[in-house]
């Protein structure tokens, strides 16, 4: 028993007090477990690497399709730039404060591929013109020529097709009620032989707004059929502000066109209030089309389209058809010009493809082109000129 109890006892003790030694076979476990954590770590590295090189190959991509290699060392904030906050980007040019609509474009301004002249309009080529200017050009964006130059805007390249003179008062941003109530402010100033008043499809929803693009605005309401102006005077503000998003990534040129193509605005430029029911854009619009008419000069009412219809799906587009054809349909009914640029500009597209009449989200040279001369050739048509 004593021997027994000696060699029970001397393993109780090696189990307690010696650390068991690992066999071969756990050795080798032990270190294909390291080689194998190692390989991850370096594969999950290599696979961060890269997408890394990748991410910085396509920014250097965007930035000298986008602005050349200037670009490269200088680094804007895009989202700022395009809002317009002077403090990151958009320099002189930055949007002038309007109790009524606002904001303005400033007199005088000039960055690097816009200026202004002394009353606030996009400039366009100067010429030996003579008396009244033909045509008044008002809207938004795609009035105003975001993403190319004063000379390449379709206001500007309408210009150089009739001979005559031809006022850019396109202010980027605008809804459709802005655009209306800057087109009647400045008829009377610009005295124009003809309007042309541009808008898209979501041109007419922000007018339901009381804050776009971060920025206070008027907006109207509709009371027994009939137009309520709210928000006049438009509160005084200092500035508009980036969401958290655009001022974290906005300096990303991949970034600023990835959220162009895709229609993801929202969020990373601005932020929006409601100031309408929803849905009250059309009727509105509609509305509208009675102080047009009032303006006692031949008014055209245009159509236009962004990128963003061009790559939208089937029930993208209907939804936009029928808001633009209600528009259209009011506008007819008040005796102003309706014409609808959507059929001129699936031809191009069809012709020339999507890429060569737009930019991110806004027309390319071509693109302005093309829409100049569907103008010009509808004018002509309707024999407000001559061929």
């Not at 949007?95 to 000039?110: F, Q, R």
């Not at 259209?328 to 500009?345: Q, T």
């Amino acid at each position: 028993m004593s021997v027994e109890g000696e060699t029970a006892g001397s393993g109780l003790a090696k189990a307690h007090g010696e650390p068991a030694k690992a066999t071969g076979s756990e050795q080798a476990a032990g270190q294909e477990s390291s080689r194998g954590n190692a390989t991850r770590l370096a594969s999950s590295l290599l696979m961060i690497g890269s997408v890394l090189l990748t991410l910085g190959v396509l920014e250097i991509g965007c930035r000298l399709l986008r602005g050349g290699p200037q670009l490269l060392v200088h680094w804007p904030n895009f989202a700022a730039v395009r809002m317009g906050i002077s403090d990151q980007g958009s320099g002189a040019c930055a949007y002038a404060y309007d109790a009524t609509l606002g904001w303005v474009l400033p007199s005088n301004c000039k960055v690097s591929s816009l200026s202004t002249d002394a009353h606030g309009f996009r400039r366009t080529p100067d010429g030996a013109f003579t008396g009244r200017p033909a045509v008044l050009a008002t809207g938004s964006s795609f009035t105003q020529g975001e993403e190319v130059a004063d000379d390449e805007a379709w206001p500007a390249q309408l210009q150089s097709m009739i001979g005559r003179k031809v006022v850019n008062g396109g202010v980027s941003g605008y809804a459709f009620d802005q655009a209306v109530l800057y087109t009647e402010r400045i008829v009377p100033e610009v005295k124009p032989r003809l309007v042309v008043i541009g808008f898209t499809p979501d041109d007419v929803r922000r007018s339901e707004l009381a804050e776009a693009w971060s920025r206070q605005k008027p907006y109207f309401t509709v009371a027994d059929g009939r137009l309520e102006l709210r928000n006049v005077p438009v509160p005084g503000q200092l500035r508009a502000s980036l969401p958290t998003l655009g001022r974290l990534l906005g300096w990303s040129a991949l970034a600023e066109d990835i959220t162009q193509r895709l229609g993801m605005q929202r969020g990373w430029y601005f932020d929006e209030v409601q100031g309408a029911p929803p849905g009250s854009g059309e009727e509105i619009a509609c509305l509208l089309m009675k102080r047009l008419a009032g303006l006692g000069v031949p008014t055209m009412l245009l159509s236009q389209y962004s990128r963003g219809y061009a790559m939208a799906d089937a029930d993208g587009k209907a939804r936009d058809r029928r808001t633009v054809a209600k528009v259209l349909g009011c506008a007819a009914e008040a005796g102003l010009i309706a014409f609808d640029l959507a059929e001129p500009l699936q031809v191009a597209m069809e012709r020339h493809g999507v890429d060569a009449l737009y930019r991110t989200d806004h027309h390319s040279v071509e693109g302005n082109r093309v829409v100049a001369q569907a103008i010009k050739d509808e004018l002509v048509r309707q024999r407000l000129f001559p061929q």
